[in-house]
Nanobody, 124 residues
Framework: QVQLVESGGGLVQAGGSLRLSCAVSGRTFSRYAMGWFRQAPGKEREFVAA????????YYPDSVKGRFTISRDNAKNTVYLQMNSLKPEDTAVYYCAQRVNSGLGFGPTDYYYWGRGTQVTVSS
C-alpha cells in the first residue's frame, strides 16, 4: 500500500518561510518523479513544483519560480518543498504526489498517488 504523508505546514507571516516534507512508503521511491500541488478554497488544484526521479531536473510555474525549491532525498524516501518569501496568496492546502514514471509531470492527471495534504496559511 502506497502512502504519502505531508508535514511542515502551518501559519507564517508574509515574507516568511516554511519547509514542507512528504514521506513516501510502500513503493520504490527513487524510480518515480514527484510533484507538489496546492488548492485554495473554491479554486482548482494548482501545480507548484515537479522533480524527476534523480533530482537532476525540476520545474516551477511562474507563480512560485524563484521563491520555491523542490528537492528529494532518495535515501530517506522523502521529497521537500522549501518555500521562501511567502505571500498571502500562497495560502492553500499543499499536496505531494507521485507519478508512475520517472519524468516530470505538470498537471494533476500526470500523477497517480496523492497525500492528504498539509495546510499553509500566510498572514498579511
Amino acid at each position: 500500500q502506497v502512502q504519502l504523508v505531508e508535514s511542515g505546514g502551518g501559519l507564517v507571516q508574509a515574507g516568511g518561510s516554511l519547509r514542507l516534507s512528504c514521506a513516501v512508503s510502500g513503493r520504490t521511491f527513487s524510480r518515480y518523479a514527484m510533484g507538489w500541488f496546492r488548492q485554495a478554497p473554491g479554486k482548482e488544484r494548482e501545480f507548484v513544483a515537479a522533480i524527476n526521479w534523480s533530482g537532476s531536473n525540476t520545474y516551477y510555474p511562474d507563480s512560485v519560480k524563484g521563491r520555491f525549491t523542490i528537492s528529494r532525498d532518495n535515501a530517506k524516501n522523502t521529497v521537500y518543498l522549501q518555500m521562501n518569501s511567502l505571500k498571502p496568496e500562497d495560502t492553500a492546502v499543499y499536496y505531494c504526489a507521485q507519478r508512475v514514471n520517472s519524468g516530470l509531470g505538470f498537471g494533476p492527471t500526470d500523477y497517480y498517488y496523492w497525500g492528504r495534504g498539509t495546510q499553509v496559511t500566510v498572514s498579511s
